[in-house]
Nanobody
Framework: QVQLVESGGGLVQAGGSLRLSCAVS????????MGWFRQAPEKEREFVAG????????NYKDSVKGRFTISRENGRNTVYLQMNSLKPEDTAVYYC???????????????????WGQGTQVTVSS
């Protein structure tokens, strides 16, 4: 069993930065790809960023490339999402996710999520 707890959300002005953290419990953390999804009001949950269990591959939604950076510290069982140059359209609840790699899928794409965090609100004001 894997449990995910996010932190670091909040209110920030456009152009500002936030760093989200996801603390992971469970001895099998290292076997999972990790990622971040987000869900804005009245919209579907969408993939934002992913990272392989070794941290050697990352994957990003096009609209966040160059602004967001995902990283992981396996020794601390923690995943991070550094978000810079935030825009109002980044406003959403951000969810940490863990999933086993899928055969044939793009690395760090998290096409199958096994565990979700409870979410943390990110609000970007204009």
């Amino acid at each position: 069993q894997v449990q995910l707890v996010e932190s670091g959300g909040g209110l920030v002005q456009a152009g500002g930065s936030l760093r989200l953290s996801c603390a992971v419990s469970g001895r099998t953390f290292i076997r999972y790809e990790m990622g971040w999804f987000r869900q804005a009001p009245e919209k579907e949950r969408e993939f934002v960023a992913g990272i392989t269990w070794r941290g050697d591959n990352t994957n990003y939604k096009d609209s966040v490339k160059g602004r967001f950076t995902i990283s992981r510290e396996n020794g601390r069982n923690t995943v991070y999402l550094q978000m810079n140059s935030l825009k109002p359209e980044d406003t959403a609840v951000y969810y940490c996710a863990a999933g086993k790699p899928s055969l044939g899928a793009t690395p760090a794409s998290l096409t199958g999520v096994d565990f979700w965090g409870q979410g943390t609100q990110v609000t970007v004001s204009s």
